[in-house]
Nanobody
Framework: QVQLVESGGGLVQPGGSLRLSCEAS????????IGWFRQAPGKEREGVSY?????????YYAYSVKGRFTISRDSTENTVYLQMNSLKPEDTAVYYC????????????????WGQGTQVTVSS
């Protein structure tokens, strides 16, 4: 049974940092692409970042987070991370990780498995 579990969310002040984790069970993440998405109240789910399979390593970022967020994977922990720096109030959302073999990384419907999400709130 495939399961993705996100953690690391919380309340942080503007300019602060958080590191989100996406731990997998039931599959080896090295063989799958991972996408991070977020959804704010009243808004559609949007792609934040993506990392391809371990053998490829290609990464993508949404324009709104480029230069502030970094995606990485730890094969020994079967975990993908999203390091988020210089956080802004507009980054407030529930963050989800997802896995599959998308042809377009930012299209949520192209992912097969999803975690339950972790809340990130950026506020003073």
């Amino acid at each position: 049974q495939v399961q993705l579990v996100e953690s690391g969310g919380g309340l942080v002040q503007p300019g602060g940092s958080l590191r989100l984790s996406c731990e997998a069970s039931g599959l080896t993440l090295d063989h799958y692409a991972i996408g991070w998405f977020r959804q704010a109240p009243g808004k559609e789910r949007e792609g934040v970042s993506y990392i391809s399979t371990s053998s490829d390593g290609t990464t993508y970022y949404a324009y709104s987070v480029k230069g502030r967020f970094t995606i990485s994977r730890d094969s020994t922990e079967n975990t993908v991370y999203l390091q988020m720096n210089s956080l802004k109030p507009e980054d407030t959302a529930v963050y989800y990780c997802a896995t599959g073999y998308p042809t377009v990384w930012a299209v949520a419907a192209q992912y097969d498995y999803w975690g339950q999400g972790t809340q990130v709130t950026v506020s003073s």
